[in-house]
């Protein structure tokens, strides 16, 4: 018997007006023209809420880019579901957070690319874009719907944590998430222009901790670091195919963000199969589910069920194949390659490669 999973990520369209190196959408972005619809959505909240979700979380690209969005959340918490709005907030005006918080939208995480407007920009690539951020959040505080800011770190903000913390302060947040960059996709491609250094890691983590002090109770922080610097990896997604799915603009359903990089298989579709299918049979969700599909050094380690073998889809980017053990651990065969990219990025200039629809530059 397979558990149903507790969270759907809704990734309504590729659409954005930022254009952030570290996105952690496809380097493929769909276009607006194989979204599903607003009818094709209803019916996949429907089917997540049977299957046994708790809570959706509505992202992109930039979901408020789908007009439809309030109608979206009015249905899923028609049916039950936790809502959860995961946005920039450049688009987010009064009138259309008065309509998402009368549909019943229970929270709101807003990006943010820095502390600082030139930091927001050198990274988001939108003139305006932090004064947009902060507007955005007093509207949200100022309606009383639960707000987590999200800040994604690198070498170039690693330094601000501290007026991150004091960021959200002032604007009212109940959470802050410090997550440092993840390298998959975009963010992979990045790499040598924004992993910090040990010692920025190091002093991240002395910020995050002396805030944790600072506030107590009073605010909740979430801190990710890059495991890059770590010898053993995390349990990506929780375990592949045991506690998430994501669902693409076209209707793609995956067991992680990443997991089109997965070469020689069938992506299963809404459009086509139902999400109990999908999930309790398909291929792709069934592929690395356990840990039966493991090789050494994996099979035989005590960690096994800890870490899942760590994540599939950094194996695949990094050694070429998804089915072994996450480069970044220690027993890992590749584990040089990890090495060698910080060895590397500690050298590399700071020139992005800016996420664009049509993908990657030539
Ligand atoms: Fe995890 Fe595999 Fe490394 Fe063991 S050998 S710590 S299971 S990645
Ligand atoms: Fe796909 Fe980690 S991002 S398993």
Redesign the pocket.
Known sequence: MISPPMSLLAELTHRCPLRCPYCSNPLSLEQKSSELSTEDWCRVLDEAAELGVLQVHFSGGEPMARPDLPALVRHAVSKGLYTNLITSGVLLNEQNLAELSAAGLDHVQLSFQDATPDGAELIGGLKDAQNRKLAAAQIIVADGIPLTLNFVIHRLNVMRIPQMFDLAEQLGARRVEIAHTQYYGWGLKNRGALLPSKEQLQQSERDVAAARERFGSRLAIDFVTPDYYAD??KPCMGGWGERFLNITPSGRVLPCHAAESIPNISFPNVREDSLKNIWENSEIFQLFRGTSW?PE??RS????D?????CRCQALALTGRADV??P?????SHRHLIDEAIAEAASHDETFIYRQMSGLPS
Do not use: F, L
């Open positions: 053993e990896p493991m050094p994996c380690c005590d960690r096994r800890v870490d899942k073998g760590g053990a996450d970044v651990c220690h027993r890992s």
